[in-house]
T-cell receptor
């Protein structure tokens, strides 16, 4: 699976949008971009995933660049409960493939 | 909605003892994954099962073994425990392969293993 690069940490004010970037310049055509988050020692929580189109669900939006070499996870109105480590993972779908977690971004939402 | 169930949630063992961790996937999920997360580290893949057969293997020590049963639950057996095995162990499950959204992995709350 392709590797991803994320900033180690970011801060965000409560109520503001949190924009978390991810670089995946070696992504293959059949690899999806997945986002998970882990709130202190809890099980990783699925957020969203996409292939090439932008995606939105009740938790977040995922913006993928046209060349698919990078993406941004957007939490539209961050709350203190969104403080967590956010992982961007690329993964081939269709082979029950494992998730390879990188270092992730620690997002600190501040009052 | 039903989630992945892991038991026990906490486990304390002595060195050289054995431990068995259990994972009950979300209903109708047929693939199970095991991950290990050491202190201050990111989760690392150990092993996975699809339809009761091992589908992939990561950096799992030879002292560890796992299997998936006919009801799709899985057990991770750990023998000759070492201090370095102290970690969080997560199980995840996913539905049958197919459309992308169906292969999303959903994680359980984890088992915290402490080896003394």
């Amino acid at each position: 699976d392709a590797k991803t690069t994320q900033p180690p940490s970011m801060d965000c004010a409560e109520g503001r949008a949190a924009n978390l970037p991810c670089n995946h310049s070696t992504i293959s055509g059949n690899e999806y971009v997945y986002w998970y988050r882990q709130i202190h020692s809890q099980g990783p929580q699925y957020i969203i995933h996409g292939l090439k189109n932008n995606e939105t669900n009740e938790m977040a939006s995922l913006i993928i660049t046209e060349d698919r070499k990078s993406s941004t996870l957007i939490l539209p109105h961050a709350t203190l409960r969104d403080t967590a480590v956010y992982y961007c993972i690329v993964r081939v779908v269709g082979n029950t493939g494992k998730l390879i977690f990188g270092q992730g971004t620690t997002l600190q939402v501040k009052p | 909605a039903a989630g992945v169930i892991q038991s026990p949630r906490h486990l304390i063992k002595e060195k050289r003892e054995t431990a068995t961790l259990k994972c009950y996937p979300i209903p109708r999920h047929d693939t199970v994954y095991w991950y290990q997360q050491g202190p201050g580290q990111d989760p690392q893949f150990l092993i996975s099962f699809y339809e009761k057969m091992q589908s992939d293997k990561g950096s799992i020590p030879d002292r560890f073994s796992a299997q998936q049963f006919s009801d799709y639950h899985s057990e991770l057996n750990m023998s000759s425990l070492e201090l370095g095995d102290s970690a969080l162990y997560f199980c995840a499950s996913s539905p049958p392969p197919g459309r992308s959204y169906q292969e999303t992995q959903y994680f359980g709350p984890g088992t915290r293993l402490l080896v003394l």
